[in-house]
């Protein structure tokens, strides 16, 4: 049985979260400029124009990186959609 069947929540370790990270930011870096893992700041909003730069207050936070770039980013839905529908057309030919 894994902690998903049976409800439990596994605590990353400070290690584990910069994996988790570094995982996601593989998986949106074809779809962005430029992205980075902070070592100072955490959650998922904009929070300035440069890296560790935290000048713009009162922003909206986002439970994943993906909700937040659908939801400032319309390039990024097109290039995401893109690349989904190029994978697609991958498996239909197979």
């Keep these: 049985m894994t902690n998903m069947e049976n409800n439990e929540d596994k605590i990353l370790?400070?290690?584990?979260?910069?994996?988790?990270?570094?995982?996601?930011i593989n998986d949106i870096?074809?779809?962005v400029n430029d992205v980075k893992l902070s070592d100072r700041l955490c959650s998922f909003t904009i929070v300035g124009n440069k890296h560790?730069?935290?000048s713009n207050k009162?922003?909206?936070?986002?439970?994943t990186?993906?909700?937040l770039l659908n939801s400032t980013s319309p390039q990024y839905r097109d290039?995401?959609?893109n690349l989904?529908?190029?994978k697609l057309k991958e498996l239909s030919q197979e």
């Design 13 to 24: 370790d400070e290690e584990q979260w910069k994996l988790e990270a570094q995982s996601v």
């Design 29 to 31: 870096k074809n779809h």
């Design 52 to 54: 560790d730069d935290a």
């Design 58 to 63: 009162g922003n909206q936070y986002f439970e």
């Design 65 to 67: 990186p993906y909700s």
């Design 79 to 81: 290039s995401f959609g």
């Design 84 to 86: 989904l529908l190029e």
